[in-house]
């Protein structure tokens, strides 16, 4: 069963702190895709990636980094965390195949003090 | 850039009436259109695509159909129920250049009885 599982699902971080979250897909797609979600602003793009080694900027990246080891993997690294990345982060993957509709993770809860 | 538009911040309204949720969008390219539902505390979930022009699209008593040369593909339905309640996101991907899909800012659904 196709499946996208972030990890953590709940998140406190200290202001100035490192924070990694991470994503894995078992779909086989090449296409994964970082969102945050924002009441009024809806899933903004931070980070995408086409495979395994590109990762490339979304609409808004600034603050973020991403990394794909593997065409499982991908994961958004807040080297500095403040208070304004407080939000939900969802993770998906797509590719042509399917049109690229995105098919979600269940989300990550980050709270930045 | 491609991007898109949902008018309606919130919508309310009674049981067994009418649902429409606007949504119109920019690309210069051949794109694939999206509505995505999420409820409560759940990673949104696809409900419906399309990439044809003038042709209507059904699933789970929801239809849109993608008009091209208003660039919009609104999301109806011909009576609410109490378990349609929830956020819905409209969202275009790019084919041509296999884009990462974007969102709308979404439209928050309450039916009441």
């Known amino acids: 069963e196709a499946a996208v599982t972030q990890s953590p699902r709940n998140k406190v971080a200290v202001t100035g702190g490192k924070v990694t979250l991470s994503c894995n897909q078992t779909n086989n797609h090449n296409n994964m895709y970082w969102y945050r979600q924002d009441t009024g602003h809806g899933l903004r793009l931070i980070h995408y990636?086409?495979?395994?080694?590109?990762?490339e900027k979304g609409d808004i990246p600034d603050g973020y980094k991403a990394s794909r080891p593997s065409q499982e993997n991908f994961s958004l690294i807040l080297e500095l965390a403040t208070p304004s990345q407080t939000s939900v982060y969802f993770c998906?993957?797509?590719?042509?195949?399917?049109?690229?509709?995105?098919?979600f993770g269940e989300g990550t809860r980050l709270s930045v003090l | 850039g491609d991007s898109v538009t949902q008018t309606e911040g919130l919508v309310t309204l009674t049981e067994g009436l009418p649902v429409m949720l606007n949504c119109t969008y920019q690309?210069?390219?051949?794109?694939?259109l999206f509505w995505y539902v999420q409820h409560l505390n759940e990673a949104p979930k696809l409900l419906l695509k399309?990439?044809?022009?003038?042709k209507r699209t059904e699933h789970q008593g929801f239809h849109a159909t993608l008009h091209k040369s208003s660039s919009s593909f609104h999301l109806q339905k011909s009576s609410a129920q109490l378990s349609d309640s929830a956020l819905y996101y409209c969202a275009l991907s790019d084919t041509d250049n296999n884009n990462a899909p974007r969102f709308g800012a979404g439209t928050k659904l309450t039916v009441k009885p």
């Open positions: 998906a993957s797509g590719d042509q195949i399917n049109n690229q509709a995105p098919l």
């Open positions: 990636s086409y495979g395994a080694g590109s990762t």
């Open positions: 690309t210069a390219y051949s794109t694939f």
């Open positions: 399309s990439s044809t022009d003038n």
